[in-house]
């Protein structure tokens, strides 16, 4: 984003580190799309392989944020609460985090994607993964927002992007009924724990869209205060 005029009064913003850490998680979910092409296809070698990308952004992800804690100052000249600011960023953090777990999940057991499903699923992830993009882009306009004053206008623009947001989980979760109704008119040709395990990795997949959720929101926190 352009620097603002207002931010350089300030001096270096913590805003910036905070964006490139959630470009670092977007890209680390990112990786679950063609993770679970993989788990689908069975090429458990990729599987691993992508899993190691996975857990390599999270560790960087991990490394930005402890980053930011350190040099993110006791006070800061600017109309936001410093205490917003790392609630934003833990759970800007928490999204990653959700992405190496699910990866986890499938490969600790080297558990199976139905056929029956597989598309459903992987339909399922990019709608969670969209979720995440939408929220990136109400975190990338936080500086605009901060250089405007907290203005109208620019106030209208995040909420409209947090309305995408809202939508891109709607609709995720609406994938999630979906696939849990074809999963449980399968279950019974599954071997117990493995529809357990199916179960548990569509629960998580939500929790991933639910937390990029959460970013969002604690933007309008941030406006409301």
């Not at 964006?19 to 979910?29: D, E, F, L, S």
């Not at 190691?52 to 006791?74: F, G, M, T, V």
Request: proline share 3%; hydrophobic share 40%; charged share 25%.
């Amino acid at each position: 984003m352009a620097s603002s005029t207002i931010l350089s009064l300030f001096g270096q913003s913590p805003i910036k580190p905070l964006q490139n850490h959630m470009h670092t998680v977007v890209n680390c979910v990112e990786l679950l799309n063609e993770y679970f092409q993989a788990v689908c296809a069975e090429n458990w070698e990729a599987v691993e392989a992508t899993y190691n990308k996975i857990s390599e952004l999270e560790s960087e992800a991990d490394k930005q944020k402890q980053d930011i804690r350190l040099h993110l100052p006791k006070s800061l000249f600017m109309p936001i609460n410093r205490s917003d600011l790392i609630h934003l960023l833990s759970k800007q953090d928490k999204i990653c985090n959700t992405a190496k777990d699910i990866a986890g999940l499938i490969l600790g057991r080297q558990q199976i994607v139905p056929k029956k499903i597989a598309s459903d699923m992987q339909a399922y992830v990019k709608s969670a993964i969209a979720v995440s993009h939408e929220a990136k882009v109400v975190i990338d306009e936080l500086d605009e927002l901060i250089g405007s004053g907290f203005g109208s206008r620019e106030i209208d623009r995040i909420n409209k992007c947090i309305v995408k947001v809202d939508k891109a989980e709607n609709k995720n979760d609406k994938r999630q009924i979906s696939l849990r109704s074809k999963l449980h008119s399968i279950e019974k040709d599954l071997p117990p724990i493995d529809a357990m395990f199916l179960y548990k990795t569509i629960e998580a997949i939500g929790n991933l869209a639910d937390r990029a959720q959460s970013a969002g929101e604690q933007i309008q926190i941030i406006i409301a205060r």
